[in-house]
């Protein structure tokens, strides 16, 4: 028979998981090196978790400050009305026209003037069909409601992806690595503008941390399939798609069915006529350039740092520039990590070289497509952790996730957003960082010391019930086990 818990045994149950969560050491392996995790690093993590929370206060207050401007206001939640007028015209049985751009102002111009919106410039809204089609319930509910619903959601969705990669990627400081994650500004600059990229990095992140611990080809098919959900936003599926057709193609496999999937059902949605007007959309998206907050130069890739230098060159030549340079940097990528995905050599940092690689060289990517940086910074944090690390190469690990992580709240605060000033001082840093890692996957030497993810970690086993099933209260775990991510 189960007793019921005491007020006074929910305390103690609390402060006993606090001050096991507070334990850095591995106490059936304290006098083994290679199989403890250094107490100094798992105390950086802590502490730059609580250092990241007061980064985000910034963003908040941009968020839902007193001094905030309203949703619709002006500029604030712009975004998300693009994704509102397509879920409009899908829930009016209008599909067919959803790709039109005069039906797209037509249905903006009715909503604004029945939400008495302050937003009042046109985006055109060029994710596939099968987007809007997943979202037209919203269509039932007032703007500002359904946006702030959205809001929630995407960050649920947004802690979720952050917690999956922490216990598979760095067991030793799972909240941690959830808290750094979710103070991330790019996250909270998506909230603000409504766009869609949490509700993807969810799958994605479930679809990496499943190919991490695949056991068979059908665990491999699964992950594939979570993460070909990148095709919602088609550019950033073609490097990891291709990374994962060399070494994984179980998974490739499973990226191109839902691809398919998405494909067919977005053609099913709107038929030939819907079709041409995609095409023409597509057009005239790729000629957009949008506001004074949004234009080329403002995006976070190949094409924005280019177009920053302000090279005295013709329209095409920069353009072919571009493509040379994103070719490039793709191919070497799919060839760096079409050798370290494979099991036993380096998939947890080719995973995040390829999302990595898969922004920079997109066409169109804003700073808001950060977030898929989760995987990248998931990693990077399990290998400062690995046992038996020296604290040098620990916090040489550490310094990219710590320094992208603070830039990106430091310079949002400290320059005029106008300035770009995350594009034009990060995207290179970016840049820097992918060819580091390209390469030392790439460099026999170097990939050697790279190889044998997953590393044994150290985690606790769960607490024991006893014989009636309650939980001992104050008692230490009973056992260890090694997390290995298989």
């Known amino acids: 028979m189960t007793t019921a818990s005491t007020p006074r045994d929910?305390?103690?149950?609390?402060?006993?998981?606090?001050?096991?969560?507070?334990?850095?050491?591995?106490?059936?392996?304290?006098?083994?090196?290679?199989?403890?995790?250094?107490?100094?690093?798992?105390?950086?993590?802590?502490?730059?978790?609580?250092?990241?929370?007061?980064l985000v206060v910034d963003s908040l207050d941009r968020l839902?400050?007193?001094?905030?401007?309203?949703?619709?206001?002006?500029?604030?939640?712009?975004?998300?009305?693009?994704?509102?007028?397509?879920?409009?015209?899908?829930?009016?049985?209008?599909?067919?026209?959803?790709?039109?751009?005069?039906?797209?102002?037509?249905v903006q111009a009715e909503i604004q003037a029945r939400e008495q919106t302050g937003w009042k410039w046109f985006n055109p809204l060029p994710h596939p069909p099968v987007l809007s089609l997943l979202t037209a319930p919203i269509a039932e509910l007032p703007i500002r409601t359904a946006y702030w619903l959205w809001v929630l959601a995407s960050v649920a969705a947004a802690g979720v992806a952050a917690y999956l990669l922490a216990r598979v990627l760095s067991p030793a400081v799972p909240i941690a690595t959830t808290i750094i994650l979710l103070c991330f500004e790019p996250l909270w600059h998506l909230v603000w503008w409504?766009?869609?990229?949490?509700?993807?990095?969810?799958?994605?992140?479930?679809?990496?941390?499943?190919?991490?611990?695949?056991?068979?080809?059908?665990?491999?098919?699964?992950?594939?399939?979570?993460?070909?959900?990148?095709?919602?936003?088609?550019?950033?599926?073609?490097?990891?798609?291709?990374?994962l057709a060399v070494a994984r193609r179980r998974a490739a496999a499973g990226m191109a069915a839902m691809g398919g999937l998405l494909a067919l059902a977005s053609v099913a949605m709107v038929g030939r006529d819907g079709l041409a007007h995609y095409v023409d959309m597509v057009r005239y998206f790729g000629a957009f350039t949008g506001?004074?907050?949004?234009?080329?130069?403002?995006?976070?890739?190949?094409?924005?740092?280019?177009?920053?230098?302000?090279?005295?060159?013709?329209?095409?030549t920069i353009?072919?520039?571009v493509w040379a340079i994103a070719l490039i940097l793709a191919a070497l990528t799919v060839a760096a990590a079409g050798r370290a995905l494979r099991p036993g050599r380096?998939?947890?940092?080719?995973?995040?070289?390829?999302?990595?690689?898969?922004?920079?060289?997109s066409y169109h990517t804003h700073r808001q497509t950060l977030v898929f940086l989760f995987v990248l910074f998931a990693a990077l944090v399990g290998r400062s952790l690995a046992p038996g690390t020296h604290p040098a190469v620990a916090l040489l690990w550490a310094t990219p996730v710590i320094g992208l992580h603070a830039a990106t709240a430091i310079l949002r605060r400290e320059f005029p957003i106008s300035a770009y000033?995350?594009?034009?001082?990060?995207?290179?840093?970016?840049?820097?960082?992918?060819?580091?890692?390209?390469?030392a996957l790439l460099v026999p030497h170097l990939a050697r010391h790279l190889d044998g993810w997953p590393r044994v970690t150290v985690a606790r086993l769960p607490q024991q019930k006893s014989g009636d099933g309650s939980v001992p209260v104050g008692e230490p775990r009973p056992a260890v086990r090694a997390v290995t991510g298989s």
Not at 18 to 41: E, F, Q
Not at 91 to 100: N, Q, T, V
């Open 10 to 54: 929910v305390t103690a149950s609390a402060i006993h998981r606090l001050k096991d969560w507070a334990r850095t050491d591995d106490p059936g392996a304290a006098n083994d090196p290679k199989h403890r995790v250094r107490r100094a690093i798992v105390w950086l993590w802590r502490l730059y978790a609580v250092v990241s929370l007061l």
């Open 64 to 106: 839902l400050g007193p001094t905030a401007e309203p949703a619709f206001g002006r500029h604030h939640a712009a975004d998300f009305g693009g994704f509102y007028t397509g879920a409009t015209i899908v829930w009016r049985d209008r599909a067919s026209d959803l790709g039109d751009i005069d039906t797209q102002k037509q």
């Open 194 to 243: 409504g766009q869609v990229d949490a509700f993807i990095l969810l799958p994605v992140a479930a679809g990496c941390a499943l190919l991490l611990r695949a056991r068979s080809g059908r665990d491999e098919v699964a992950a594939g399939l979570l993460i070909g959900t990148l095709a919602l936003i088609p550019q950033y599926a073609v490097v990891p798609f291709l990374a």
């Open 291 to 316: 506001t004074a907050t949004v234009t080329e130069r403002a995006m976070f890739n190949v094409r924005g740092m280019v177009l920053r230098l302000g090279l005295d060159l013709g329209e095409q």
């Open 319 to 321: 353009i072919r520039l």
């Open 346 to 361: 380096a998939p947890d940092l080719a995973l995040g070289l390829v999302l990595l690689a898969a922004l920079l060289t």
């Open 421 to 439: 000033p995350i594009q034009t001082y990060l995207a290179p840093v970016c840049l820097a960082l992918l060819l580091l890692l390209a390469l």
